[in-house]
């Protein structure tokens, strides 16, 4: 095989270097521009590597040995450039102040390496410089920290986004000392694959701005979740920290996760917490959003305030649900000791979830929460503040708090009937309602009572408390009979007694929408409706007091005008062995209309 490019001969280590993974050799007979290549099989593709070589167009001539087989290639090179470093995503990035920026360094063409800068000492009083190695990555995402800048002992001010995903490394730090927080406003970012700060910063490849507001604390909601929820936020967030924050939103969605005023004893309590900025504070203590809300609160002496900690939790009954001569209860240190901590920090949202089981809350108390922002770097009090005003009044001046509160009240389940009957057929509802929270899944378990045969017994798994505190399941009574007897009792529902209801089994009303005989005299085909109605001779067909000069008597019947006074058929309307089973003495229901349909007739007749 030869070659050439743009019509100059390639030497045989050119060629043998574009086509080394093809193993490719020199023929050693004294002609410096041909290579061999063994063991190539029809239709397969040779692999040419063309780095490190100059662009241009190659061509290539194939000849195969002890044959007059040839062929020829070509292809066109491209030499690539120095290369460059741009902003990635969006140029402007747009955070709260003392939160941490994520900055998207881009490597083009041959860049390997390159500076990153944030700010300009001359213009904004502050700059940041980092040399970035991709390590052949495309794109480095590097982590600002505008709450440690321009200090040195507040945590990392710049560090990769992703260390366990990306080969890429920082190196050669370096920024000037301020002796305060970073302030809201315009920062440059400079960036260039020189490895010299002055240069990057004189003549940047690309520049963007970093902008940092002023940084508040907004809100504080209460909201209540079951254990098993909370079980499936949790395991979600052992694999990845995301993953449980779209767990959470998705609970959220599926009503899992609902505000509230009041925790039942056994749930779970979440303290959503809106507040910006704080993202670079908790950085310094560390990655786990937990462990680093416990310490910022606990680190005495980083307040404004004597030995106040960053951040405060605060949770403590009210006065009015204290008993007398008694100190409020606090619940604080427990919650520190039980809580697990989500952090949104798109959103600047806070989730702090424990279990009111793990504190000393109980039925009846109620309950204040406050959480509170006393970090003296990130309120930053000014000089003529902190001259002027005594501690007490800083703390007051400077300290942001948001509030929120919730009662306690003990588990409760209660069925919507009581007692709860069904009839004898499938699809039987029970149903009722729980003030605990919502997905909270119980059992509902069906048994029939001592002396019930044949004996049933069935239990409905996973029912569901709903978001408006009801619950509903069903069960399959057409295998019993009317006059069972049996308790519905809901379990695993924390409760030390089981809340249960009695019920029988009690046969169907007939609402009349069916075809068989209610007792009725119905329509015929000879289009007599079967009831008496009024005639052309204003008779209105009922058997009244006076129009026909009859009198019915107290008992509903006719008092015998028509010559059926009781015994004239030979019996004296007395006992005649026992009452019907819907209670009229001698006669049947159907039997007993049927009398009085016939002496209604008769006494028309009369009259006519």
Do not use: C
């Not at 779970?268 to 680093?292: F, K, M, N, R, W």
């Amino acid at each position: 095989m030869s070659g050439d490019l743009d019509d100059s001969e390639l030497s045989e280590e050119e060629l043998e270097n574009i086509f080394d993974d093809e193993s490719a050799t020199g023929l050693d007979d004294g002609d410096d521009d041909t290579v061999l290549i063994e063991d190539v099989q029809d239709g397969e593709a040779f692999v040419a590597n063309f780095t490190d070589v100059d662009g241009g167009n190659y061509s290539f001539d194939f000849d195969v040995e002890d044959t007059t087989a040839s062929d020829t290639d070509s292809i066109e090179v491209t030499e690539l450039g120095e290369g460059e470093l741009t902003l990635g995503g969006e140029s402007i990035v747009t955070e709260q102040q003392g939160d941490v920026a994520n900055i998207t360094v881009t490597f083009d063409g041959t860049a390997e390496t390159g500076t990153l800068l944030v700010g300009d000492e001359d213009d904004v009083g502050y700059q940041g410089n980092i040399t970035i190695d991709s390590n052949g990555e495309d794109e480095v995402n590097v982590l600002f920290n505008s709450y440690a800048a321009g200090s040195s002992g507040n945590g990392t001010v710049f560090e990769l986004a992703n260390p366990d995903d990306t080969d890429a490394e920082l190196d050669n730090f370096q920024q000037n000392q301020i002796s305060d927080v970073l302030s809201d406003g315009d920062y440059t970012l400079s960036v260039s694959t020189s490895s010299d700060y002055d240069d990057t910063l004189d003549d940047p490849d690309t520049i963007g701005t970093l902008v940092l507001e002023q940084r508040a604390t907004t809100n504080q909601q209460i909201w209540t979740t079951s254990e098993g929820t909370v079980t499936d936020i949790v395991d979600a967030a052992d694999a990845d920290d995301e993953d449980g924050l779209e767990e959470l939103n998705s609970q959220i969605e599926g009503d899992n996760v609902t505000q509230a005023s009041t925790i039942a004893e056994g749930d779970y309590v979440i303290h959503q917490i809106e507040a910006s900025g704080l993202s670079g504070l908790l950085a310094q203590y560390d990655d786990d959003p937990t462990t680093a809300l416990n310490d910022a609160v606990t680190d005495t002496g980083a307040g404004i305030g004597t030995n106040d900690g960053a951040l405060s939790l605060r949770v403590r009954q009210t006065q009015a649900s204290t008993t007398a001569n008694q100190d409020p209860a606090e619940l604080q240190s427990n919650i520190l000791g039980n809580m697990t901590v989500f952090a949104d920090e798109e959103t600047n949202n806070y989730y702090v979830v424990y279990d009111l089981d793990d504190t000393s809350a109980e039925d009846g108390e109620a309950f204040d929460a406050r959480f509170r922002v006393q970090d003296e770097r990130l309120l930053n009090p000014s000089d003529s503040d902190r001259d002027a005003l005594s501690t007490n009044e800083l703390t007051n001046e400077y300290y942001q708090s948001v509030t929120a509160s919730f009662d306690v009240a003990e588990r409760e389940f209660e069925f919507d009937q009581d007692p709860y009957n069904v009839t004898n057929a499938e699809g039987q509802a029970v149903s009722g309602t729980s003030n605990v929270a919502p997905g909270t899944e119980v059992n509902v378990r069906l048994r029939s009572a001592s002396g019930t045969s044949p004996s049933f017994i069935e239990t409905s798994e996973g029912v569901r408390v709903n978001a408006d505190g009801t619950w509903m399941t069903e069960f399959d009574f057409s295998d019993t009979s009317v006059g069972d007897e049996y308790t519905f009792t809901v379990r695993q529902t924390g409760l030390d007694e089981n809340p249960s209801v009695d019920g029988t089994v009690i046969e169907a009303v007939d609402d009349g929408t069916d075809d068989g005989d209610d007792g009725n005299v119905t329509d015929g085909d000879d289009g007599d409706d079967g009831n008496v109605t009024d005639g052309d001779d204003g008779d209105d067909g009922n058997v009244t007091d006076g129009d026909d000069g009859t009198d019915d008597g107290d008992d509903g019947t006719d008092d015998g005008d028509d010559g059926s006074d009781d015994g004239s058929d030979g019996s004296d309307g007395g006992d005649d062995g026992g009452d019907s089973e819907d209670g009229t003495p001698g006669f049947g229901a159907l039997v007993a209309l049927v009398a009085l349909i016939a002496a209604a007739l008769l006494a028309t007749r009369r009259n006519e």
